[in-house]
């Protein structure tokens, strides 16, 4: 009689967060504290250091970084630090205020379609489709263009080539929903199809949509930067890291490369920040990667 080996125990996959996982959490505190740091200094900066953005000192052009200019001098002998942290500051608020305004029409058309359905749902889709087939920087600049390059046409541009994702997201998410048990249960109870809209379906979506804000602001920061570097954004004497960053290209045959890399360097780090911290917060919304990290 030959012995049996024994089966192998079954071992269960560990529940614990990977390595990955935790050595990662230090890297978002980091991402949090920098996009904090940024963020209190440009909401101080006009208190604490006070800037004339059209004034110029000729005799101290293009100075190299030193105690007295952290960042050195660009070619008009303005304090590059001090730019770019007024830049950092309309950046922020462009994509921002665009990035709302781009999640509202989103969500409006998104909930249009995926509400009424039917050839509303496959016109407005068609709309979508037709839009996201435009590069969006070539789209933008010919919106800036026939408004006129300012703050308001910025936002405005970058709002009106932005909003196809958002849109395409909640009608997604409503198409879905749509199907439950329980908004079945709400239209036989006699609810109107504007209630059941706003009382079961747009809760469920909110934080989507949200999360998608959040998402959008990188995209909407460099697209401003874009333009600015382009000459369709803020007029070139007031600071903008576009401006910058392109007023910045005269000097660097001089070698004052410190005007063009500090803003450029100022503007990925904020990114980079955000795109972090957004990054961490869908994994939490998703429910896959919730269930698979044990968050």
Same mark, same amino acid.
């Given at each position: 009689?030959?012995?049996?080996?024994?089966?192998?125990?079954?071992?269960?996959? !560990?529940?614990?967060?990977?390595?990955?996982?935790?050595?990662?959490?230090?890297?978002?505190?980091?991402?949090?504290?920098?996009?904090?740091?940024?963020?209190?200094?440009?909401?101080?900066?006009?208190?604490?250091? +006070? @800037?004339? =953005? !059209?004034?110029?000192?000729?005799?101290?052009?293009?100075?190299? +970084?030193?105690?007295?200019?952290? *960042?050195?001098?660009?070619?008009?002998?303005?304090?590059?630090?001090?730019?770019?942290?007024?830049?950092?500051?309309? !950046? @922020?608020?462009?994509?921002?205020?665009?990035?709302?305004?781009?999640?509202?029409?989103?969500?409006?058309?998104?909930?249009?379609?995926?509400?009424?359905?039917?050839?509303?749902?496959? %016109?407005?889709?068609?709309?979508?489709?037709?839009?996201?087939?435009?590069?969006?920087?070539?789209?933008?600049?010919?919106?800036?263009?026939?408004?006129?390059?300012?703050?308001?046409?910025?936002?405005? !541009?970058? $709002?009106?080539?932005?909003?196809?994702?958002?849109?395409?997201?909640?009608?997604?998410?409503?198409?879905?929903?749509?199907?439950? +048990?329980?908004?079945?249960? $709400?239209?036989?109870?006699?609810?109107?199809?504007?209630?059941?809209?706003?009382? &079961?379906?747009?809760?469920?979506?909110?934080?989507?949509?949200?999360?998608?804000?959040?998402?959008?602001?990188?995209?909407?920061?460099?697209?401003?930067?874009?333009?600015?570097?382009?000459?369709?954004?803020? +007029?070139? &004497?007031?600071?903008?890291?576009?401006?910058?960053?392109?007023?910045?290209?005269?000097?660097?045959?001089?070698?004052?490369?410190? *005007?063009?890399?500090?803003?450029?360097?100022?503007?990925?780090?904020?990114?980079? %920040?955000?795109? $972090?911290?957004?990054?961490?917060?869908?994994?939490?919304?998703?429910?896959?990667?919730?269930?698979?990290? =044990?968050?």
């Amino acid at each position: 009689m030959t012995d049996l080996a024994p089966a192998p125990a079954r071992t269960r996959p !560990s529940r614990r967060p990977s390595a990955l996982l935790r050595g990662g959490r230090p890297g978002v505190v980091l991402a949090a504290g920098v996009l904090a740091v940024a963020v209190v200094a440009c909401l101080l900066a006009p208190l604490l250091w +006070p @800037l004339d =953005q !059209s004034a110029v000192d000729l005799v101290r052009t293009r100075l190299a +970084p030193s105690p007295e200019h952290l *960042a050195g001098t660009d070619d008009l002998g303005r304090d590059v630090a001090l730019r770019s942290l007024y830049g950092l500051r309309v !950046s @922020l608020l462009v994509g921002a205020v665009a990035a709302l305004v781009a999640t509202v029409i989103g969500g409006l058309v998104g909930a249009v379609a995926g509400t009424v359905g039917g050839r509303v749902d496959r %016109a407005l889709m068609r709309v979508v489709d037709t839009i996201a087939a435009l590069p969006h920087l070539l789209l933008g600049i010919f919106i800036v263009a026939m408004l006129r390059p300012s703050l308001g046409a910025v936002i405005a !541009s970058i $709002a009106l080539t932005h909003w196809l994702s958002t849109a395409r997201i909640v009608r997604s998410e409503l198409l879905s929903l749509r199907s439950r +048990p329980f908004i079945d249960a $709400a239209i036989s109870g006699g609810a109107s199809r504007a209630r059941v809209l706003t009382r &079961h379906l747009l809760p469920h979506v909110l934080p989507r949509l949200a999360l998608a804000t959040t998402l959008m602001v990188p995209h909407a920061v460099w697209h401003e930067t874009a333009l600015s570097f382009l000459g369709l954004g803020l +007029p070139p &004497h007031l600071a903008s890291i576009g401006n910058m960053i392109n007023d910045g290209q005269r000097s660097l045959l001089t070698g004052a490369w410190w *005007a063009s890399i500090v803003p450029g360097l100022a503007l990925v780090t904020v990114t980079l %920040a955000l795109a $972090a911290l957004t990054g961490r917060w869908r994994d939490r919304l998703d429910p896959r990667v919730r269930a698979e990290l =044990q968050l």
